[in-house]
């Protein structure tokens, strides 16, 4: 399995600060499976209004990070670099524990099926090795500026 530093992450995903929600991969098997993390601080900007007095991660905000990391399971493929992997859906998504400032977001996503440019994941978040968050998350692939993608 590879494991992918801060540049390298870079050079997959479009993402950029406020809205790069890994840290590092740890994982990757390209076009199978990939596993990162992201550092839960204080200084996060949702944090300021969500909610004051008692901080908690936005599970919208759990799930585009495992999209984030399935999205370099995908785009990690020689065939996809330069691409974007889109949202295309969620299905069955559960929370199941808080997700507060100091916890470490240990994500994973196992790719399950791709037709053509449409393919879906299965993506599991913990802390401390406990389950927060799973359920499946579906992408679609296109190429930057094109009209259908958005």
């Known amino acids: 399995m590879d494991v992918l530093n801060a540049k390298e992450l870079l050079a997959l995903l479009p993402h950029r600060h406020p809205f790069l929600l890994v840290d590092r991969i740890t994982g990757l098997v390209p076009g199978e499976r990939a596993s990162g993390f992201k550092n839960v601080t204080l200084n996060e900007p949702y944090f300021q209004g969500h909610f004051p007095g008692e901080p908690v991660m936005p599970g919208v905000l759990i799930i585009e990070a495992l999209a984030q990391v399935g999205a370099v ?78």
Do not use: H, Y
């Open 73 to 150: 399971a995908v785009l990690s493929l020689e065939q996809n670099r330069g691409k974007l992997a889109l949202f295309a859906g969620v299905n069955r998504f559960r929370f199941k524990q808080i997700v507060r400032p100091g916890d470490r977001l240990e994500l994973s996503v196992t790719l399950t099926g791709r037709r053509g440019d449409i393919g879906k994941g299965d993506g599991e978040a913990r802390v401390d090795g406990k389950l927060v968050a799973s359920g499946e998350l579906w992408f679609a692939l296109t190429d930057p500026g094109k009209e259908n993608g958005n």
